[in-house]
């Protein structure tokens, strides 16, 4: 499987913005061969949530309190992943997880996702 290192987490106030990239590492083939990518956040307390996902196709999806705020986007050949968060809310803080899989459906918070990166640190104060 690739291996997933995130990037460009931050401190910023209510308001703010902050892009997440995700880079994979590995055999062109297996990268080739992901199917399904996604960000997930996770807080103390908290379980993982699952914020947006996108397929091969590129059909994206994402948590009812991201919408219209976080774009979930990817390079052609798959190896850089993007979070684009706008809008930014201090309930948005927390543990920011890239995750990739190659399941051929159903990309979405049940799906078996193989990697995952180290998580990049986001922190949104009020």
């Known amino acids: 499987q690739v291996q997933l290192v995130e990037s460009g987490g931050d401190s910023v106030q209510a308001g703010g913005s902050l892009r997440l990239s995700c880079a994979a590492f590995g055999h062109t083939y297996s990268i080739y061969s992901i199917y399904c990518m996604a960000w997930f956040r996770q807080v103390p307390g908290k379980e993982r949530e699952g914020v947006a996902f996108?397929?091969?196709?590129?059909?994206?999806s994402y948590a009812d309190s991201v919408k219209n705020r976080f774009t979930i986007s990817q390079d052609n050949n798959k190896v850089n992943l993007y979070l684009q968060m706008n809008s930014l809310k201090p309930e948005d803080t927390g543990m920011y997880y890239c995750?990739?899989?190659?399941?051929?459906?159903?990309?979405?918070?049940?799906?078996?996702?193989?990697?995952w990166g180290q998580g990049t640190q986001v922190t949104v104060s009020s």
């Open positions: 995750a990739a899989g190659y399941s051929g459906s159903g990309c979405h918070h049940d799906y078996p996702f193989r990697a």
């Open positions: 996108i397929d091969r196709y590129g059909t994206t």
